[in-house]
């Protein structure tokens, strides 16, 4: 089933464009020029272009040499926060370097002064906290790959999940807008083992509106629906990669590279099923699955933000599991959000195909804008 929180991004990116969204190229000077070491300490200093560094998408001025000293002794103390990303949008949006403000010795950006307004407000409700650190337990670790396999060997075997080098699925939904409800066509394709590509369409007051968000090794891109490719900021991609990357079906394939480690937690019951609670971590993506004494994946919870912004625990119940050319595969998932139901994302698939040919054009957009 496809990791739901890419559902949002209809709601981010197909209605409101990719305007402010992407990687647009960021001011020559952030922070309206302002010495950004003084800035944390409280003082709006304005910088000069004698003493300068760029670092990532933007360009800081300071006042001193010695401001310019201290910022690059630590630059990760005094620089914009996440990447430069909106502090209460995250994932892929894109913050205005001047639009900011300072929060408990820290400097945070945003997509607008909506997102301004709400983050200044409950400033706890928009940042991420660590997560914990894994069971060290040997023990732990050897019995979550034992539930792995057994979660592969559900899913249809070794061979079979290995064996596959396409996977897509499709599915419509309807959600409300201001204008009425909407039919949204959703198309996702994996071609494995690190492309991925969401499509989206819906017929809005007589016009067909779509748009596609692709990942690959060369970047990522938000497709506008005239065919051009704006390029995310590089901070977004760990965000895109769990959101693509928390599928069942991608999760477990991804199982033999080196950075995947899958610890059991403790057993548990979810909706009277007796299941064994196993944590994976695999490069960004960081779920704990439910998985039954049978194999198969009751279920899967996870820590991210919601359409709004705000962090908190989603978990998806997957069922209807069918035969698909070998494998057994969940044609449905129920989600909800700190325990209530999100509708909007939750789904029921039309069509799964496996190994179907896909063009590597459509992992690697040629029409470039949002420079």
Same mark, same amino acid.
């Given at each position: ?13 197909s ?12 001011a ?7 010495d ?36 690059e ?52 409700k ?11 337990s040997a ?10 396999d ?7 075997g ?27 066509? +959703?198309?996702?394709?994996?071609? *494995? ?7 989206? &369409? $819906?017929? @809005?007051?007589?016009? /067909?509106?779509?748009?596609?968000t ?61 299941v ?46 069918r ?7 969940? +044609?449905?998932?129920?989600?909800? *959000? ?7 994302? &939750? $789904?029921? @698939?039309?069509?799964? /195909? ?18």
């Amino acid at each position: 089933m496809q990791s739901f929180i890419l559902t949002i991004l209809v709601v981010l990116l197909s209605v409101g464009g990719p305007a402010g969204r992407d990687g647009q190229k960021a001011a020559d000077d952030a922070l309206d020029g302002l010495d950004p070491v003084l800035l944390v300490g409280g003082k709006a200093v304005p910088g000069k272009s004698a003493f300068s560094v760029p670092r990532g998408d933007f360009v800081y001025l300071f006042s001193t040499a010695e401001t310019k000293a201290t910022f690059e002794s630590d630059p990760a103390r005094y620089e914009i926060q996440l990447g430069g990303l909106c502090a209460r949008m995250g994932k892929t949006t894109g913050g205005n370097p001047s639009d900011f403000v300072v929060h408990d010795g820290k400097i945070y950006i945003f997509g607008s002064d909506e997102c301004h307004k709400r983050f200044q407000a409950q400033p706890a409700k928009y940042l991420p906290t660590p997560p914990p650190p894994l069971p060290a337990s040997a023990a732990a670790a050897t019995r979550g790959r034992q539930f792995i396999d057994r979660a592969v060997a559900a899913l249809g075997g070794a061979s079979k999940l290995d064996g596959l080098t396409t996977y897509v699925e499709s599915y419509t939904q309807v959600q409300t807008r201001p204008q009425g409800e909407v039919t949204i066509a +959703f198309k996702t394709m994996w071609r *494995f083992p690190d492309r991925a590509r969401q499509e989206r &369409s $819906m017929v @809005l007051q007589g016009k /067909t509106m779509s748009s596609a968000t692709v990942l690959s090794p060369e970047g990522m891109w938000f497709l506008g629906g005239q065919g051009q490719a704006y390029p995310m900021r590089p901070a977004g991609r760990p965000s895109l990669e769990q959101d693509f990357g928390r599928h069942p079906v991608a999760l477990l394939r991804a199982r033999r590279g080196s950075g995947f480690r899958a610890v059991t937690l403790a057993s548990g019951t979810v909706d009277g099923f007796s299941v064994e609670n196993v944590r994976v971590i695999s490069g960004s993506t960081d779920v704990t699955l439910a998985i039954g004494a049978s194999g198969r994946i009751h279920s899967e919870t996870f820590r991210d933000r919601n359409s709004d912004g705000e962090y908190g625990t989603f978990s998806i119940v997957y069922s209807d599991f069918r035969p698909v050319e070998g494998l057994q595969l969940p +044609f449905n998932a129920r989600t909800t *959000f700190n325990g209530q139901p999100q509708p909007s994302l &939750s $789904m029921t @698939l039309d069509a799964i /195909t496996l190994n179907t040919p896909l063009d590597p054009s459509l992992f690697a957009p040629k029409s470039q804008g949002g420079q």
